[in-house]
């Protein structure tokens, strides 16, 4: 009797592998990728929108009507500011912190005064006047 090469059917075990048998449902199942988790796909969306946005930002940047608004005024303390950032990146850390200082105060000196009225108005309010009532009981200059 010779045997027959017929294939198996669907609930026998076949010994195509010379000897090695295999069940369809004893077979390993493949484990979940990291691609195919939500958290992944959380993380291209909001990949996205980023890179959405930071073109956004450069694309208004360079706006030429939005930078005729701008601080064209300013161009003395920004310059001072970023030269100072570009000193500091040369290895001279002094001398680019006093041209950044320079540069921050001449960019923000329209702003102190809003600063300091607030400030000056900050005791009106309920609950920082009663903090301040607090903070000037306890303190000591000793």
Do not use: C
Request: charged share 10%.
């Amino acid at each position: 009797m010779e045997p027959s090469h017929a294939p198996p059917s669907r609930g026998q075990l076949s010994s195509s592998s010379g000897g090695n048998f295999q069940h369809p449902n004893l077979l390993p199942r493949a484990h979940p990728t990291p691609s195919s988790l939500p958290i992944a796909e959380i993380g291209v969306g909001t990949t996205g929108f980023g890179i959405f946005f930071i073109l956004f930002g450069i694309l208004l940047y360079f706006d030429s009507v939005l930078l005729a608004f701008g601080n064209r005024h300013k161009l003395k303390g920004t310059s001072f500011f970023l030269g100072g950032v570009v000193i500091v990146l040369l290895r001279w850390p002094l001398l680019g912190m006093f041209l950044e200082t320079y540069g921050f105060l001449s960019l923000f000196k329209g702003f102190f005064p809003v600063v300091f009225g607030f400030l000056g108005n900050a005791s009106d309010i309920p609950f920082l006047s009663a903090l301040f009532r607090r903070l000037q009981g306890t303190s000591s200059m000793v």
